[in-house]
């Protein structure tokens, strides 16, 4: 079973800066087959990125990602009010998939 | 408008069973694999369970295999989780979600999620 680190834990930023989440995986992700997912208290987990990089629909353009093998990036350009969040990583290359224990991040 | 609505929640003794259901409209439903995944409170996300659009194979978490069981009711665009011999450690928000791309695979992307209901395991 593929696990998944992600860091920091938590990042704490100002509106209006740039936010870079990482996400290692303790074996290859095979085809990339990692995604990105923003939660808010109270509420259901979003879909961001799926295949490492591609933006689901309707995702604003300040969230990006990278990342293949074992290392991922999430990058918010510029984190907006609504942003502050946690935020998951998931592979599913292999069964089981499984996800990253997440990174908040909130306001400073 | 694509839609999950989980019901069935509730409290529940160790050892007692529940039944989660959940409702899916606005896209074909038999076109997409499904699952179930658990939030314990103030943890993190977990992978339970996932079906086949047409219902034929069925993939559980081993914290899990053996005492729940997933299946679908495709005419009535239905999901459901039978679990059986709960546990404290199974209390939980349980949200199902729909495989992004396919339809025979539901290890893949979640790009729909209900809203989640919650188990809760206690005497």
């Known amino acids: 079973e593929i696990v998944l680190t992600q860091s920091p834990g938590t990042l704490s930023l100002s509106p209006g800066e740039r936010a870079t989440l990482s996400c290692r995986a303790s074996?290859?992700?095979?085809?990339?087959?990692l995604a990105w997912y923003q939660q808010k208290p109270g509420q259901a987990p979003r879909l961001l990125i799926y295949?490492?990089?591609s933006r689901n629909t309707g995702i604003p353009d300040r969230f990006s990602a990278s990342g293949s093998g074992t290392d991922f990036t999430l990058t918010i350009s510029r984190l907006e009010p609504e942003d502050f969040a946690v935020y998951y990583c998931?592979?599913?290359?292999?069964?089981?998939?499984?996800f990253g224990p997440g990174t908040k991040v909130d306001i400073k | 408008e694509v839609q999950l609505v989980e019901s069935g929640g509730g409290l529940v003794q160790p050892g007692g069973s529940l039944r989660l259901s959940c409702a899916a409209s606005?896209?074909?439903?038999?076109?997409?694999?499904m699952n179930w995944v658990r939030q314990a409170p103030g943890k993190g996300l977990e992978w339970v369970s996932g079906?086949?659009?047409?219902?034929?194979?069925?993939y559980y978490a081993d914290s899990v295999k053996g005492r729940f069981t997933i299946s679908r009711d495709n005419s009535k665009n239905t999901l459901h989780l039978q679990m059986n011999s709960l546990r404290a450690e199974d209390t939980a928000v349980y949200y199902c979600?729909?495989?992004?791309?396919?339809?025979?695979?539901?290890?893949?992307?979640?790009?729909?999620w209900g809203q989640g209901t919650m188990v809760t395991v206690s005497s």
């Open positions: 074996q290859s992700v095979s085809s990339n087959s």
């Open positions: 998931q592979h599913y290359g292999s069964s089981p998939g499984t």
């Open positions: 079906i086949r659009g047409s219902g034929g194979m069925t």
């Open positions: 606005g896209f074909s439903f038999t076109s997409y694999a």
């Open positions: 295949g490492a990089s």
């Open positions: 979600a729909k495989a992004l791309r396919y339809s025979i695979n539901p290890n893949d992307a979640f790009d729909i």
